[in-house]
């Protein structure tokens, strides 16, 4: 990017930051937030532009639960309890509770549910509640979190509530033989249920290699086969993996695997799975590069085809997302650092999602508006 052009865009942002801070997105005023103008007019929850504007949220989980659409982020801290934590492993990232959204519509409001689930609640969890995600089945919603033990090594957990914004009560232990973070629970046309989760670095999904916990395991070299997410099938009641966790295989059109050294195209972290037309979508973030980008497979269980990015780099290390149908349109769930400036701070923002007729996704600019307007 040219450099006038990247503090035209530095400056777009931080007027925006501001922008947000004072009236734009979801506010909160006790526990139902209305999205309104300072004037107190209901205003829509504009696209690109934080939900919500007096938390930080990050890594949002969308989905449809009677009609509804609720967002599962994780919650950034105002302030961090160990300033001096690395970052190279996501030490920054110490997120204690968990919030949960919910939208009515675009033209309407959007609620702060509140806690949802604490750190200080989930028996066997030591430390940073990162990025969740929820499911629904039978007249139970489930919450999916992952969090180091007290150990220091990455779990998932899952929590139960039969109202999908909690609060959530969390089984004693993590799920056994669940290790990494990034949860993603797709529930196929079938009924059948997947944890789709791992990430790399910080994510610790490295470790994992031989099938135990190795710290500070180095990864694949730059021209080996990269390590590609886990799944496992969930158990019927939904609180156990009903299979041991395998590696999603992720090929060029040639069928050939993505290389560790194609930092462009190989998985880091963020899985999200979702189903359009009969084929299933695998998104996921490229970590140091910073796209988010999808594969396509005609099995749940891969192997998945490259295809193309879905959302160019965002402003903030981290890039994070979900895919949502509602109301007939689909729409992409991400974050950036916008509201704070801090990458540790993040906002959660939406987008519409536009499929070509041959199924792939177009490629978003999420400040392309910002830009033309100046
Ligand atoms: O929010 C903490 C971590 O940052 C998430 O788990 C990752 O996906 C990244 O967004």
């Not at 519509?105 to 509640?129: E, M, N, Y």
């Not at 019927?236 to 090929?251: G, H």
């Amino acid at each position: 990017m040219r450099a006038d052009k990247q503090l035209k865009r530095i400056v777009i942002l931080v007027l925006m930051g501001f922008t947000a801070i004072g009236f734009g997105g979801c506010q909160t005023n006790g526990s139902t937030n209305a999205n309104q103008e300072a004037d107190g007019k209901e205003v829509t929850v504009l696209p690109n532009t934080p939900i919500i504007t007096d938390i930080f949220t990050a890594d949002p989980s969308a989905h449809v639960f009677d009609g509804q659409l609720y967002i599962y982020p994780s919650h950034d801290p105002d302030e961090l309890t160990d300033p001096n934590a690395s970052s190279d492993e996501g030490g920054q990232y110490q997120m204690t509770d968990y919030h949960v959204l919910s939208i009515d519509s675009f033209s309407g409001t959007c609620t702060d549910h509140g806690v949802a689930l604490s750190l200080a609640d989930i028996p066997w969890a030591g430390q940073q509640l990162w990025a969740p995600d929820a499911a629904y089945k039978k007249g139970k919603y489930f919450f999916y979190f992952p969090a180091k033990d007290k150990d220091g090594i990455f779990r998932i957990g899952v929590a139960t509530s039969k109202n999908p914004a909690g609060p959530f009560t969390a089984e004693e232990s993590y799920i056994a033989g669940s290790f990494s973070m990034d949860p993603c629970v797709f529930v196929d046309t079938d009924g059948a249920a997947y944890m789709f989760f791992g990430g790399l670095d910080g994510g610790q999904l490295e470790d994992w290699q031989t099938g135990a916990y190795v710290k500070d395991s180095a990864g694949p070299g730059k021209s080996e086969a990269a390590l590609g997410p886990m799944v496992a099938k969930m158990s019927e009641d939904m609180l156990s993996f009903a299979s041991a966790p395998t590696e999603i295989a992720i090929v060029d059109e040639n069928g050939d695997p993505i290389m560790a050294g194609d930092e462009n195209r190989r998985f880091f972290e963020a899985s999200w799975v979702h189903k359009y037309n009969g084929k299933y979508y695998l998104s996921y973030s490229t970590g140091t590069t910073h796209f988010l980008v999808y594969a396509v497979s005609d099995t749940v269980t891969g192997p998945y085809v490259y295809k193309g990015q879905i959302l160019e780099p965002v402003q903030g290390w981290t890039t994070h997302h979900s895919i949502v149908e509602f109301n007939g349109e689909w729409y992409l769930f991400y974050h950036d650092d916008s509201l704070s400036g801090l990458d540790y701070r993040r906002c959660v923002k939406y987008t519409k999602l536009t499929y070509n007729e041959d199924g792939t996704i177009q490629t978003i600019d999420p400040y392309a508006d910002m830009a033309e307007e100046n």
